[in-house]
């Protein structure tokens, strides 16, 4: 597997994790609109944009003997 494949799940369990962290705080409302919830709006912009760039690496690079 890619790096950058093996990074979209990664990216997705930190995101994630992050995000329970802020919810779990006392001063955060548990269903704020995700404006308010940055952590989760940067994952979803994360894996987007890895799933961007992996395929346009595996749809344009030559791939090696494999």
């Known amino acids: 597997m890619c790096m950058v ?4 799940p990664t990216t997705v369990a930190l995101g994630v994790a992050l995000d329970a962290r ?3 705080s006392a001063s955060y409302r548990p269903h704020a609109s995700l404006r308010r ?10 894996v987007v944009l890895l799933l961007y760039l992996s395929a346009l690496i ?3 690079l030559p791939q090696a003997n494999s």
């Open 37 to 46: 919830r940055p952590y989760l709006l940067l994952t979803i912009l994360a």
């Open 22 to 24: 802020q919810r779990r």
């Open 5 to 8: 494949c093996t990074a979209i």
């Open 58 to 60: 595996h749809t344009s």
